[in-house]
């Protein structure tokens, strides 16, 4: 920056010291510096990291999806399972109650033989008896 790109405008003087404004003349088109383009180097490099991203982000949402496959999978799995054996539960509760009426009947039915046969002996006993 040259002296001429500045101008110095004295402010009133204060007790704490003087004021000062700076005025800066606007920049010329020629004193701006031009900034090369990256390198080619630099942009190979800018897109390999894109690249690098870019394949993470896709193998993390691969990541993902097999996860909530293999959840929905294992879901699946456990209620098939859970519903396997409540039949199997169930039909063996049925087949225990089925067994249980099966001997009540029987006893029953034992039951009613023996009372019969009671019957059918009390007269003879009591003719044999006399």
């Known amino acids: ?38 390198p080619p180097k630099k942009k190979s490099h800018e897109a390999e990291v894109l ?10 949402k691969e990541v993902l999806q097999k996860a909530i496959e293999e959840n929905n ?5 456990a209620e098939e399972k859970l519903t396997h054996k409540m039949e199997a539960n169930k039909e063996n509760r ?3 109650m089925a067994a249980k009426l099966e001997r009540l009947r029987e006893k029953d039915k034992h039951i009613e033989e023996v009372r019969k046969n009671k019957e059918s002996k009390d007269p003879a006993d009591e003719t044999e008896a006399d």
Do not use: T, W, Y
């Open 94 to 96: 049925e087949a225990q």
């Open 1 to 38: 920056m040259a002296s001429s790109d500045i101008q110095v405008k004295e402010l009133e003087k204060r007790a704490s010291g003087q004021a000062f404004e700076l005025i800066l003349s606007p920049r010329s088109k020629e004193s701006v510096p031009e900034f090369p383009l990256s």
């Open 73 to 77: 999978n294992f879901s699946k799995m």
């Open 51 to 60: 690249k690098q991203l870019a394949e993470k982000r896709e193998h993390e």
